[in-house]
């Protein structure tokens, strides 16, 4: 527990305090915001300084708390320099394995046939140029927030789509539409939505295409939990609100199941049917 004489002032000027405890250098505060959430963030943000980050969080027992986290020290850890070669060598391998799966959902194998290496393309080339524009717009949005961030990493894979930076739109975790969820919905409903969306992957993966078992897994593992935004109190702006509707409903119209019949009609080949 910290005592009231150990309690920043900054805190006690905008919440007051039912609960304060402090555990492995993080501080923690629990009680009834006195000021508007956004406003509180920001006079936290200009009194206590750049060595500490707060962060405000809905508390179900007492309405809000806000969590103060040192930064760390190291900051060359957290200012490496960026390795463009890196990325252009994976985006590279990425265009390779993603032009080897656009053959393949065309029925050829460019292991047998790699004469055929154009077949892939108008896959490969579109596919990359959506997963391009999508993770520079993260990219640039992130600069524009004042971000450390690095320039997209694309991730080769050589089975399946040829890479997997494609599962985002799910409402799951760290996914953009886990973040989305979240930020339209509040914490509680959001991390319902994640868990319903998460286990029914699971479900379509047993029942329905197992190749959807993969990528099950591999959300779970390594974007089955979000991280928390620093004001999670503010909700966002009917505008926005509106954007998350007809993004969610761009997913709805891609999960939208085809007949066999579709696919054939269209003279489309795809391997995993």
């Known amino acids: 527990m910290i005592p009231d004489v150990e309690q920043p002032p900054a805190i006690q000027s905008v919440m007051d305090i039912r609960v304060a405890t402090r555990q492995h250098g993080t501080s923690l505060f629990r009680g009834r915001l006195t000021t508007p959430a956004d406003q509180a963030l920001r006079q936290l943000e200009s009194e206590l300084g750049e060595n500490v980050v707060p ?75 959506i997963l391009g524009v999508h993770e520079l717009g993260h990219y640039f949005t992130a600069r524009h927030h004042g971000l450390r961030v690095t320039p997209p990493f694309f991730i080769p894979v050589p089975f399946a789509l040829g890479t997997f930076g494609a599962l985002n739109l799910m409402p799951i975790g760290q996914l953009d539409g886990g973040h989305m969820a979240r930020a339209m919905f509040g914490r509680r409903v959001g991390e319902t939505i994640s868990s319903v969306a998460m ?55 891609i999960l939208i ?17």
């Open 257 to 273: 199941p085809l007949p066999h019949k579709f696919w054939h009609a269209a003279d489309i080949y795809c391997p995993y049917m």
């Open 199 to 253: 286990w029914s992957l699971f479900l379509l993966a047993i029942f329905v295409w197992p190749g959807l078992l993969f990528f099950a897994l591999f959300i779970y593992f390594v974007a089955g939990r979000g991280t928390p935004p620093l004001n999670d109190i503010t909700p966002i702006s009917p505008g926005r609100r509106w954007v998350g509707y007809a993004t969610f409903l761009v997913l709805a119209l």
């Open 55 to 129: 962060l405000i969080q809905q508390d179900e027992e007492l309405g809000t708390a806000i969590v103060l986290m040192n930064k760390p020290t190291e900051q060359a850890a957290l200012e490496r320099k960026t390795r463009p070669w890196l990325h252009w060598l994976l985006f590279g391998v990425t265009f390779l394995t993603t032009t080897w799966a656009g053959a393949l959902h065309q029925g050829v194998n460019l292991l047998e046939q790699p004469s055929a290496f154009a077949i892939g393309l108008p896959y490969s080339i579109g596919l990359l140029l």
